[in-house]
């Protein structure tokens, strides 16, 4: 493995480990589910594994995570008129 694919890799598990985060968080009602943490660690859970699923070649997953990025983005710009 080449140190860009072992780059890659720890990308993607750190990208998986950032939504079982925000879900388990959200689930244990650590963090409210439409909140702003909730919404950061999908945001940067899915950009990291577009990152991998991208270099992979791996398209529906990238365009799944694209769209995640997409909808985490709506919501955070619907809740900053809301942050002081």
């Known amino acids: 493995m080449t140190w860009a694919e072992g780059g890659v ?10 939504l ?3 879900y388990a968080m959200a689930s244990a009602e650590r963090i409210p589910a439409g909140g702003r ?3 950061l660690l999908n945001l940067f859970g ?3 594994l ?3 699923s ?3 070649q791996a398209w529906p997953s990238a365009l799944l995570n694209t769209a995640w990025i ?3 983005l709506a919501a955070l710009a619907r809740r900053a008129p809301q942050v002081p």
């Open 37 to 39: 943490a909730f919404q």
């Open 20 to 22: 079982l985060t925000a």
């Open 70 to 72: 997409v909808i985490g």
């Open 50 to 52: 577009t990152v991998n």
């Open 46 to 48: 899915a950009a990291a």
């Open 9 to 18: 890799a720890a990308v993607g598990w750190g990208g998986a480990g950032l």
């Open 54 to 56: 991208g270099y992979h």
